[in-house]
């Protein structure tokens, strides 16, 4: 090993330690930090951050990167490391743009957004919220015109999120999704409806925790590199691939979505626990492609746990650790969990109108980023949109804009993933059905394991090391299309709503 590159692996090492400290300062604050303990944290939280950008945009690393890239280095290094430097120096090329006091204001406004998204979303008054979004909007124009300056904003935010991945090609393929959605969505909803009224009840919250306990273990989660904490909104937290964490979000009201929220997170949890271990500690370890991240937790959540076959080995399992469950059959549970219906809240959405939520979102992304849309004129504009595509309207914030978490953090150009991901599903189910046959068989017969094998060997053990284009032709031989979701889509619910 070269003794520049032996340099760069002592750097990581110390960004390592950085981005640990930064971790666990958000899980604390997500997770149990008392609300008077905000301050500390988010003044703990601006100091490591900026910390490692400084190290990150240095003139050491900068140079260091330089001479690693020259070919008697270059030459030297294998494939994985090929991949990391020049990740490495792409990514430093846009921060180095970036003064550090504007990262460090940058910082403290998402700090203090998630914060009031909080407060806001629990007194569902948006007003609260609005002038630290319109921060962040300004913040993200004036870092993004620096970082790209050769790309159009919303183009880049899109870019930052699904490597490659821009509006045109959004655009095309969410078009051809909703041109075979939206009649499927209307015949749908016109047909009769099962009766749901045995769902409406007291759900004991300890009793939701054992499920999600066995149904994380069940799918594969692995609990010597894992751990489960609650949250207002679920997300997955990883800080290698020995130790990612889960968190969710219990109602005494509903335990159909918890265990759903268990099954997605756990999904993007089982990504991250099976990179190949030799990439951790490096830029290559995890995968910041969210599309393709979201392809797993959604496949676990929606291919595999909406699919009646998952249930069919646990179901009395679940009736034992959930007794309200116990006069539902396993075929009245697998009707309500694919009953579609026009709802407001994303995260509880069936798994045909999301397509329309997330779109919802893309489509008032556009109209910040391009169409100069103000944070005031938001909430109705997304009021239109939910009555226009789902024939709804929210009756406060807190069910309507206030919902998500995502830009109280700066994440625009997130929500696009969580479609393409489902779009990417369709193409991998088509292509994991061609290798080792039957989902339906495999989750009949308890077989989980070698369905998750597939995706392990297929995708998750590269982490990023593969671009998003590449894994889809690797693994599916074409490039992004909806057509396998649309399949998917009217196959499984005209048997399920007798649709001609």
């Given at each position: 090993?070269?003794?520049?590159?032996?340099?760069?692996?002592?750097?990581?090492?110390?960004?390592?330690?950085?981005?640990?400290?930064?971790?666990?300062?958000?899980?604390d604050m997500r997770t149990i930090m008392p609300k008077e303990?905000?301050?500390?944290?988010?003044?703990?939280?601006?100091?490591?951050?900026?910390?490692?950008?400084?190290?990150?945009?240095?003139?050491?690393?900068?140079?260091?990167?330089?001479?690693?890239?020259?070919?008697?280095?270059?030459?030297?290094?294998?494939?994985?490391?090929?991949?990391?430097?020049?990740?490495?120096?792409?990514?430093?090329?846009?921060?180095?743009?970036?003064?550090?006091?504007?990262?460090?204001?940058?910082?403290?406004?998402?700090?203090?957004?998630?914060?009031?998204?909080?407060?806001?979303?629990?007194?569902?008054?948006?007003?609260?919220?609005?002038?630290?979004?319109?921060?962040?909007?300004?913040?993200?124009?004036?870092?993004k015109a620096l970082t790209h300056p050769e790309m159009e904003?919303?183009?880049?935010?899109?870019?930052?999120?699904?490597?490659?991945?821009?509006?045109?090609?959004?655009?095309?393929?969410?078009?051809?999704?909703?041109?075979?959605?939206?009649?499927?969505?209307?015949?749908?909803?016109?047909?009769?409806?099962?009766?749901?009224?045995?769902?409406?009840?007291?759900?004991?919250?300890?009793?939701?925790?054992?499920?999600?306990?066995?149904?994380?273990?069940?799918?594969?989660?692995?609990?010597?590199?894992?751990?489960?904490?609650?949250?207002?909104?679920?997300?997955?937290?990883?800080?290698?691939?020995?130790?990612?964490?889960?968190?969710?979000?219990?109602?005494?009201?509903?335990?159909?979505?918890?265990?759903?929220?268990?099954?997605?997170?756990?999904?993007?949890?089982?990504?991250?626990?099976?990179?190949?271990?030799?990439?951790?500690?490096?830029?290559?370890?995890?995968?910041?492609?969210?599309?393709?991240?979201?392809?797993?937790?959604?496949?676990?959540?929606?291919?595999?746990?909406?699919?009646?076959?998952?249930?069919?080995?646990?179901?009395?399992?679940?009736?034992?650790?959930?007794?309200?469950?116990?006069?539902?059959?396993?075929?009245?549970?697998?009707?309500?969990?694919?009953?579609?219906?026009?709802?407001?809240?994303?995260?509880?959405?069936?798994?045909?109108?999301?397509?329309?939520?997330?779109?919802?979102?893309?489509?008032?992304?556009?109209?910040?980023?391009?169409?100069?849309?103000?944070?005031?004129?938001?909430?109705?504009?997304?009021?239109?949109?939910?009555?226009?595509?789902?024939?709804?309207?929210?009756?406060?914030?807190?069910?309507?804009?206030?919902?998500?978490?995502?830009?109280?953090?700066?994440?625009?150009?997130?929500?696009?993933?969580?479609?393409?991901?489902?779009?990417?599903?369709?193409?991998?189910?088509?292509?994991?059905?061609?290798?080792?046959?039957?989902?339906?068989?495999?989750?009949?017969?308890?077989?989980?394991?070698?369905?998750?094998?597939?995706?392990?060997?297929?995708?998750?053990?590269?982490?990023?090391?593969?671009?998003?284009?590449?894994?889809?032709?690797?693994?599916?031989?074409?490039?992004?299309?909806?057509?396998?979701?649309?399949?998917?889509?009217?196959?499984?619910?005209?048997?399920?709503?007798?649709?001609?």
């Open positions: 090993m070269s003794e520049k590159l032996t340099k760069l692996k002592d750097i990581l090492a110390q960004l390592n330690r950085l981005t640990l400290v930064n971790e666990l300062l958000y899980w303990g905000f301050e500390g944290h988010a003044e703990a939280t601006e100091h490591y951050e900026t910390e490692a950008f400084r190290i990150e945009t240095s003139d050491e690393l900068f140079e260091l990167l330089g001479e690693l890239s020259k070919p008697e280095e270059w030459d030297q290094l294998d494939d994985d490391w090929k991949f990391i430097v020049k990740k490495m120096r792409e990514e430093q090329e846009r921060d180095r743009r970036i003064p550090e006091e504007l990262f460090s204001r940058f910082v403290a406004a998402q700090t203090e957004a998630e914060r009031a998204w909080e407060e806001a979303k629990e007194a569902s008054d948006y007003s609260i919220f609005s002038p630290h979004l319109a921060k962040l909007i300004d913040l993200t124009k004036e870092v904003i919303y183009d880049a935010l899109l870019d930052d999120y699904e490597k490659g991945m821009d509006s045109a090609t959004i655009d095309r393929i969410f078009t051809e999704l909703k041109e075979g959605l939206v009649p499927l969505v209307h015949s749908i909803l016109a047909a009769e409806q099962p009766d749901d009224s045995k769902f409406n009840r007291k759900y004991d919250l300890d009793a939701q925790r054992k499920v999600q306990k066995l149904l994380l273990t069940y799918i594969g989660f692995d609990w010597d590199k894992g751990t489960v904490g609650e949250s207002e909104h679920p997300f997955t937290l990883d800080l290698s691939s020995r130790d990612v964490r889960v968190t969710n979000h219990f109602r005494e009201d509903n335990a159909i979505d918890p265990m759903f929220s268990a099954i997605h997170e756990g999904g993007h949890a089982i990504f991250e626990q099976n990179v190949d271990p030799k990439l951790d500690g490096t830029p290559a370890g995890g995968c910041d492609y969210l599309g393709i991240h979201e392809s797993q937790s959604r496949f676990f959540e929606n291919i595999l746990g909406r699919n009646i076959n998952f249930w069919k080995p646990i179901y009395a399992d679940v009736q034992k650790l959930q007794p309200e469950f116990a006069d539902i059959t396993l075929e009245e549970f697998a009707r309500e969990i694919n009953h579609v219906r026009a709802s407001m809240i994303r995260t509880a959405a069936d798994e045909v109108t999301y397509c329309l939520h997330v779109i919802l979102r893309y489509e008032v992304e556009k109209a910040i980023f391009r169409e100069g849309v103000g944070v005031d004129e938001l909430p109705a504009l997304w009021n239109r949109k939910m009555q226009e595509y789902l024939g709804i309207t929210p009756a406060n914030d807190a069910e309507g804009i206030l919902q998500d978490m995502h830009w109280s953090d700066g994440s625009f150009g997130y929500f696009p993933t969580y479609l393409l991901g489902s779009i990417y599903d369709g193409m991998f189910l088509e292509a994991m059905e061609a290798e080792i046959g039957s989902v339906d068989t495999l989750l009949a017969e308890g077989k989980i394991g070698e369905i998750r094998g597939w995706l392990n060997r297929n995708i998750h053990r590269y982490g990023c090391t593969r671009l998003p284009k590449e894994v889809l032709l690797k693994v599916c031989g074409r490039e992004a299309t909806a057509q396998p979701l649309l399949k998917y889509f009217r196959e499984k619910y005209a048997k399920y709503y007798d649709l001609r």
